[in-house]
């Protein structure tokens, strides 16, 4: 059973920076394409970047290419998400997924119920 634990959420300041973190635990013999996500007060979730663990490979989603990028650490099966020159509106609770089927393009998808395994989310402000 795959589990996913978000961690380092908090507040920031309008410029700063931050490194959310996605523990991964209870992988089996399948090797799943984890993703980062985001839902803003009021707004859909959307997606963010995702990597394919084996080989390193990311895929971002364009509008937000050049400020957040997503990297992984192997030995602690840890993928994280950079985030720099923050705005208000990256406000939101921020989610990463995993998916045995659905790989780097799991952040493309319109219906997220089809992602099998989330974790419970970070929230952090910027304010």
């Known amino acids: 059973h795959v589990q996913l634990v978000e961690s380092g959420g908090g507040s920031v300041r309008p410029g700063g920076s931050l490194r959310l973190a996605c523990a991964v635990s209870?992988?089996?013999?399948?090797?799943?394409?984890v993703g980062w996500f985001r839902q803003a007060p009021g707004k859909e979730r959307e997606g963010i970047a995702a990597?394919?663990?084996?080989?390193?490979?990311?895929y971002d989603r364009d509008s937000m290419k050049g400020r957040f990028s997503i990297s992984q650490d192997d030995v602690n099966n840890t993928v994280y998400l950079q985030m720099n020159s923050l705005e208000p509106a990256d406000t939101a609770m921020y989610y990463c997924?995993?998916?045995?089927?659905?790989?780097?393009?799991?952040?493309?998808?319109?219906?997220?119920?089809?992602?099998?395994?989330w974790g419970q989310g970070t929230q952090f402000t910027v304010s």
């Open positions: 209870g992988y089996t013999h399948d090797t799943f394409c």
């Open positions: 997924a995993a998916d045995p089927f659905f790989c780097l393009t799991m952040i493309d998808i319109k219906d997220l119920n089809r992602i099998k395994y």
């Open positions: 990597i394919y663990p084996d080989d390193g490979r990311t």
